[in-house]
């Protein structure tokens, strides 16, 4: 008998003296037991992350509406006519001043 | 298989008669396998529930119930995988503690045929266990599953998920060192009784 022939003969002999064990009575109610505590372990962080999301979308939407009101402090802050009355006339603008700017002639339109 | 395929459909989409009956027609082989890979008899059935757990949570995940049986091994070996680390880290010797607890299995026989008989077994369960400490945990649970458990090359590769030929290299450098080993005990045995 060669090593290998050996070897595998050991490994029988090894299966056949560990033989599979019974389950104990214990071992089914056991096995449910562990699945509930799981899956109640589950839904729990569910519903943590759940909560957290929510809060978390909670609060970025009110920071949100924070920066937007602390930016724009309100689209009309002033009446119609007040704001005519702060209305800069069209000639102190800077652009009002090169509009009226004369323009030489040039020589190909003589 | 030992369960048909609907059994496992059922499993699947949440009925927990048909999982119940899944459990039943493979817990004893997974306890066997449990029992030669961690070689602690009193975990063996913590280890086989948490097989069984992860099974509950992702059956979903399998694609078809025809590698079922490869899905369950891999299982069995992630959870003793985990086990054993887990034994690493607390600093226990899994091997000596096992030594220990047959030596005193073994002087409380007091000589009769069933006694014997287990004596034994006794002696060969240490033998291989101590030839295949000669290897990593990886080629050890490889060599198990191949040598002991009887499973297929075909069977190794699903549960491994790398190809044959890969499988085969590690399974004969695995193979060579366990020979080493025996080569070795059985020379220092016949030296010991020579001597």
């Given at each position: 008998?060669?090593?290998?022939?050996?070897?595998?003969?050991?490994?029988?002999?090894?299966?056949?003296?560990?033989?599979?064990?019974?389950?104990?009575?214990?071992?089914?109610?056991?096995?449910?037991?562990?699945?509930?505590?799981?899956?109640?372990?589950?839904?729990?962080?569910?519903?943590?992350?759940?909560?957290?999301?929510?809060?978390?979308?909670?609060?970025?939407?009110?920071?949100?509406?924070?920066?937007?009101?602390?930016?724009?402090?309100?689209?009309?802050?002033?009446?119609?006519?007040?704001?005519?009355?702060?209305?800069?006339?069209?000639?102190?603008?800077?652009?009002?001043?090169?509009?009226?700017?004369?323009?030489?002639?040039?020589?190909?339109?003589? | 298989?030992?369960?048909?395929?609907?059994?496992?459909?059922?499993?699947?989409?949440?009925?927990?008669?048909?999982?119940?009956?899944?459990?039943?027609?493979?817990r004893?082989?997974?306890?066997?396998?449990?029992?030669?890979?961690?070689?602690?008899?009193?975990d063996?059935?913590?280890?086989?529930?948490e097989?069984?757990?992860?099974?509950?949570?992702?059956?979903?995940?399998?694609?078809?119930?025809?590698?079922?049986?490869?899905?369950?091994?891999?299982?069995?070996?992630?959870?003793?995988?985990?086990?054993?680390?887990?034994?690493?880290?607390?600093?226990?010797?899994?091997?000596?503690?096992?030594?220990?607890?047959?030596?005193?299995?073994?002087?409380?026989?007091?000589?009769?045929?069933?006694?014997?008989?287990?004596?034994?077994?006794?002696?060969?369960?240490?033998?291989?266990?101590?030839?295949?400490?000669?290897?990593?945990?990886?080629?050890?649970?490889?060599?198990?599953?191949?040598?002991?458990?009887?499973?297929?090359?075909k069977e190794?590769?699903?549960?491994?998920?790398?190809?044959?030929?890969?499988?085969?290299?590690?399974?004969?450098?695995?193979?060579?060192?366990?020979?080493?080993?025996?080569?070795?005990?059985k020379?220092?045995?016949?030296?010991?009784?020579?001597?």
């Amino acid at each position: 008998m060669s090593e290998e022939e050996r070897l595998a003969e050991l490994f029988r002999s090894y299966r056949e003296a560990c033989p599979d064990p019974e389950p104990g009575a214990a071992f089914m109610p056991g096995l449910w037991a562990k699945i509930e505590g799981r899956r109640r372990s589950l839904l729990t962080l569910r519903r943590w992350t759940g909560a957290f999301v929510a809060a978390a979308m909670a609060l970025s939407l009110l920071t949100i509406v924070q920066t937007l009101r602390q930016a724009d402090p309100g689209l009309h802050p002033f009446s119609y006519v007040e704001t005519l009355g702060t209305d800069e006339p069209f000639e102190t603008f800077a652009y009002g001043d090169v509009a009226y700017l004369e323009v030489p002639e040039s020589p190909g339109l003589r | 298989m030992r369960i048909d395929p609907e059994t496992i459909e059922q499993a699947r989409n949440g009925d927990d008669a048909a999982f119940s009956a899944i459990v039943q027609a493979y817990r004893k082989r997974i306890l066997g396998a449990i029992a030669r890979i961690i070689g602690r008899p009193e975990d063996v059935e913590d280890v086989a529930q948490e097989v069984f757990v992860r099974l509950y949570f992702s059956l979903d995940q399998l694609r078809t119930p025809e590698v079922f049986e490869p899905w369950l091994y891999r299982l069995t070996v992630n959870a003793a995988y985990d086990y054993l680390r887990k034994q690493r880290r607390r600093g226990e010797s899994r091997m000596a503690d096992l030594s220990e607890q047959q030596i005193v299995v073994a002087d409380a026989a007091a000589g009769s045929r069933a006694e014997q008989e287990e004596k034994r077994r006794i002696q060969y369960r240490e033998m291989v266990q101590a030839l295949l400490g000669e290897v990593s945990e990886q080629d050890r649970i490889l060599l198990i599953l191949k040598e002991v458990e009887g499973l297929s090359l075909k069977e190794l590769e699903q549960i491994y998920k790398v190809n044959e030929n890969a499988l085969k290299v590690r399974l004969f450098r695995a193979r060579q060192r366990v020979l080493r080993a025996f080569e070795k005990s059985k020379a220092a045995r016949t030296a010991g009784t020579a001597a």
